[in-house]
């Protein structure tokens, strides 16, 4: 029997093992991934100022109507899954949100602490909105009311301390199988990597496979200890619905 034609929309902010996760579902073989497709359309109408805006505007589609139309028409090279990596920050308000509908829709979080600490090395002084919070809580719930149900959550601590246990779990959920390809991928970056990689994605290039359990918390001071506790609310909200380890 034929796989089922499915498209994932992974919701998470920036700095919460996104990219990892992209090359994870792009090593399945029955699978195409597309990376941010909406942050030239978030760059261009927001006004806000990233590392390389430019590039990223003139890399993608600046109408996110546009945007929509591709990422629910046919799977790319007529894969039978579809994985799309999004930031939840990407959404502004009056965006049409209504092909959601056409994707499994999955929340990858993970705790403030350690995505303030990551994203502040890459670009100092973010803000709440930079780092997605309340926009992923937002987005939760609105496909919970779609659904009548939570929609899937799954936090990055857990699938780095057991990989292929939460990978399972997550492909179970989902309805696809899971394989042992979704462990590892070839150094070096990814084909479908947005024009933005050079900037962001140095350590998941390095990379072969998942890194090793996070250890303690980072120890946050002055305004990133302020942006840790206006995040945290939206983190608590959205953790009891994560897959069990």
């Not at 090593?27 to 909406?38: H, I, K, Q, T, W």
């Amino acid at each position: 029997m034929a796989e089922p034609r499915m498209k994932i929309a992974m919701w998470s902010g920036p700095r919460n093992l996104s990219t990892a996760m992209m090359y994870s579902f792009a090593a399945r073989g029955d699978c195409a991934v597309v990376d941010e497709p909406f942050y030239a359309a978030y760059l261009a109408q927001s006004g806000v100022v990233h590392p390389m805006s430019a590039e990223i505007r003139a890399s993608q589609p600046n109408d996110p109507a546009q945007v929509a139309a591709a990422i629910t028409g046919s799977n790319p090279a007529e894969k039978p899954i579809f994985y799309q990596k999004h930031m939840t920050h990407h959404m502004l308000p009056g965006m049409d949100l209504s092909w959601m509908a056409a994707c499994e829709n999955v929340f990858l979080i993970r705790h403030p602490a350690r995505v303030i600490a990551s994203y502040a090395r890459k670009r100092e002084g973010p803000t709440l909105e930079d780092i997605g919070f309340p926009q992923q809580a937002v987005l939760f719930e609105r496909e919970a009311r779609r659904l009548g149900r939570s929609p899937l959550v799954i936090d990055s601590f857990d699938i780095r301390a057991n990989p292929a246990g939460m990978l399972n779990k997550l492909c179970s959920a989902l309805g696809i199988p899971y394989t042992d390809k979704m462990l590892h991928w070839p150094a070096g970056g990814h084909a479908s990597d947005g024009v933005w990689a050079s900037h962001w994605y140095g350590a998941v290039h390095r990379s072969t496979g998942f890194e090793a359990v996070e250890g303690p918390l980072p120890e946050l001071t002055g305004v990133y200890a302020d942006l840790v506790a206006e995040a945290l609310p939206f983190y608590d909200q959205l953790r009891p619905a994560a897959l069990k380890p």
